[in-house]
């Protein structure tokens, strides 16, 4: 054990470590700067979405193969991106590749249901708790979808939402996403800060923001507003601020707390709906939601979503209080993918196999961390992991804000440099495995940490 502990190493030699691995990561893919020069023509921003624009620029992929990705230079990643923590299947899957081959031949689209949804809707009540559900074709319009239905059910405007939960990008729930430590006004009353452009302030005022792991915010807020509240939307385990779990009890009394109060509570487990366990956090604690949010892992690598709810909750969709529509909603190609993933791999062997890498990352991460004498930890919840590079657990957003984000950068391009693809915005994101890895796959990861913690240590 070192003598001291460091939480931050020395802020010169984390920026010129920076720069030069900024460097090299400019070197190795001489093709992704080709094709981004002439995607500005027409591509606005030269990508398909912002989130693909990491620096010190954009990675332009060729393929993926098991565990691995491949860029346009040909270089090999050990994939713990996962696409934004939606491929736990990793890539070309057998099964998904047959499900999908054989859907594709018959036909993907009619707009009218087909027999797949019928056995994913019953295996999603078997593996949530919740009887009754529909799809859609993003985590997006999965919390839009729910969000409107609680107002629907309730006939009340109000939302409480959780500071620095990323819910999607629609207008309900995009305040107070990643604001700024000078945005953020006091814990007790927090300031609900736009997380886009063209959100218009007439929706900001209908979200109520509270702390993370905080009851007795949630019960104050209730109070201020008394019969004013459609639900309270939240990610059961954070995972856009890194990983926050939340506190024993918390899910619990919180869902008595909205109930008490006429309101109805939404997990959106966009993120953690299969990373963390087959039935996600509701089957890990057993609080069952109002409804529940899925997308991302779902569909095994093809763009699908699910809303979950009680009876009561969906007898609104069944009964045409709420006109839950969409042209590709349960469309034949993502279903055929959807069922391959839930029957064939995400069964209970992939999860274990996924618990066994997880501790043996992880425990080659703490020893790593020992060694040197870092104040960081590591959390892992199932496939999911991140280093936090702080010593106190963190409990809440704005614990989140008070780590040094050029540490989650570096970590990023170090990885990327020693052949591992993690998603960029390394304070945020996390690692996903997939149920392709393998030892060799989480080893090399550990070594490229082993060099970034000598690196900065000083
Ligand atoms: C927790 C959570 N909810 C919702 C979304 C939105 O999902 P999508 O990007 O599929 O619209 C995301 C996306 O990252 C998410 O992490």
């Not at 010190?56 to 990643?77: F, I, L, N, R």
């Not at 779902?298 to 045409?320: C, E, P, Q």
């Not at 703490?366 to 280093?387: P, R, S």
């Not at 809440?396 to 391009?413: C, M, P, Q, T, V």
Request: charged share 20%.
């Amino acid at each position: 054990m070192a003598s001291s502990v460091v939480e931050s190493p020395v802020a010169d030699t984390v920026d010129q470590l920076i720069a030069e691995e900024e460097q090299v990561f400019l070197r190795r893919q001489p093709r992704s700067s080709e094709l981004i020069a002439v995607a500005g023509e027409h591509l606005a921003g030269g990508a398909t979405s912002n989130w693909q624009i990491a620096q010190p620029q954009a990675v332009w992929m060729s393929h993926g193969q098991g565990s691995k990705v491949y860029d346009v230079d040909g270089t090999e990643y050990v994939d713990m991106h996962g696409g934004y923590g939606a491929s736990i299947a990793g890539h070309a899957h057998p099964a998904i590749v047959e499900a999908v081959s054989n859907r594709v031949r018959r036909g993907t689209h009619f707009a009218q249901p087909t027999e797949d949804a019928i056995w994913i809707a019953g295996e999603l009540s078997r593996r949530f708790d919740l009887p009754l559900w529909r799809f859609a074709n993003s985590g997006t319009e999965a919390t839009m979808d729910a969000v409107h239905l609680a107002r629907a059910l309730t006939g009340r405007d109000l939302i409480v939402k959780v500071e620095g939960c990323y819910h999607g990008h629609h207008d309900s729930v995009q305040v107070s996403v990643l604001p700024e430590a000078d945005e953020i006004g006091p814990r007790d009353h927090p300031t609900g800060v736009p997380g886009n452009s063209g959100i218009p302030s007439a929706i900001r005022d209908l979200v109520i923001v509270v702390p993370f792991n905080d009851a007795g915010a949630v019960a104050r807020a209730l109070a201020e507003h008394r019969g004013e509240v459609a639900a309270m939307i939240l990610e059961p385990v954070m995972m856009n601020a890194g990983i926050i779990p939340p506190d024993d009890g918390y899910l619990a009394t919180i869902r008595d707390l909205v109930h008490a109060d006429g309101a109805l509570l939404i997990f959106d487990e966009v993120k953690t709906g299969f990373t963390t366990g087959p039935g996600g956090v509701t089957a890990m604690t057993g609080v069952v939601p109002d409804m529940v949010c899925l997308a991302k892992a779902l569909g095994g690598g093809i763009a699908v979503a699910a809303i979950g709810g009680t009876r009561g909750v969906m007898s609104a969709i069944a009964d045409g209080r709420y006109e839950q529509v969409g042209t590709f909603n349960g469309n034949p190609l993502a279903m055929a993918a959807t069922r391959a993933t839930l029957a064939e791999v995400l069964t209970p062997r992939a999860y274990a196999h996924l618990d066994e890498l997880a501790t043996r990352l992880r425990s080659s991460l703490e020893a790593v961390i020992a060694q040197y004498g870092f104040a960081w930890h590591t959390v892992t919840v199932g496939a999911k992991g991140c280093v936090t590079f702080r010593r106190d657990r963190v409990r809440e957003f704005r614990d989140f804000l008070e780590i040094d984000a050029r540490l989650g950068h570096l970590h990023w391009l170090m990885q990327h440099n020693g052949g591992v693809f993690l998603p960029p915005w390394g304070k945020v994101e996390q690692w996903l495995l997939s149920v392709q890895h393998d030892k060799d796959d989480v080893d090399r990861f550990a070594a490229n940490f082993a060099r970034f913690a000598e690196a900065v240590s000083v």
